[in-house]
């Protein structure tokens, strides 16, 4: 049993520490308690005037802000592409060198490799821009967060 939990403590640090989109899509919204003995009714409304007046302090409406960017590479398919490309380039070499088919074959594994690792660029580039993204989009978060909070607490909640 402690094994299992040891294990599955080290997951989840594992996706934290290389997956930080998966730390910062955990942030959860405060909530706020009542401690002066304000009926729901009350809450609701103190509620919904500090979500107005931290979204208009913060310029951050949460309910505007994406979940986390999953980053998608436009350009599926570009190892096919590549090597159709290499391969007519191939035959093109081949038939001037006479020998078309192997031309073919060697175009079309240098044109899939090029076609690879365009793609994993591509990728890594997207990876690294949705990173971004949600770093700001969590501080933007972060900034209504506590603004929203602070209104909460002077009408008399209590925030967690």
């Excluded at 994406?66 to 590479?73: D, I, K, L, W």
């Excluded at 591509?122 to 933007?140: K, V």
């Amino acid at each position: 049993m402690k094994r299992m939990i040891k294990a599955i403590s080290l997951s989840l640090l594992g996706c934290a520490i290389f997956y930080p989109d998966f730390a910062l899509a955990q942030s959860a919204e405060p909530f706020a308690y009542p401690s002066k003995g304000q009926s729901s009714e009350q809450q609701q409304q103190d509620h919904y005037a500090c979500y107005s007046w931290a979204k208009q302090q913060t310029g951050v409406d949460p309910a505007q802000i994406s979940t986390p960017t999953v980053a998608q590479s436009s350009h599926q398919g570009g190892l096919v592409r590549g090597a159709a490309r290499g391969s007519l380039l191939g035959v093109v070499g081949g038939a001037i060198g006479g020998n078309v088919g192997e031309g073919a074959a060697i175009g079309a594994g240098v044109g899939a490799l090029s076609g690879l690792m365009r793609r994993r660029e591509e990728e890594r580039t997207a990876d690294q821009a949705a990173t971004q993204a949600n770093a700001q989009e969590h501080q933007q978060l972060q900034q209504y967060y506590q603004a929203w909070t602070a209104c909460m607490e002077g009408r008399g909640y209590t925030v967690n």
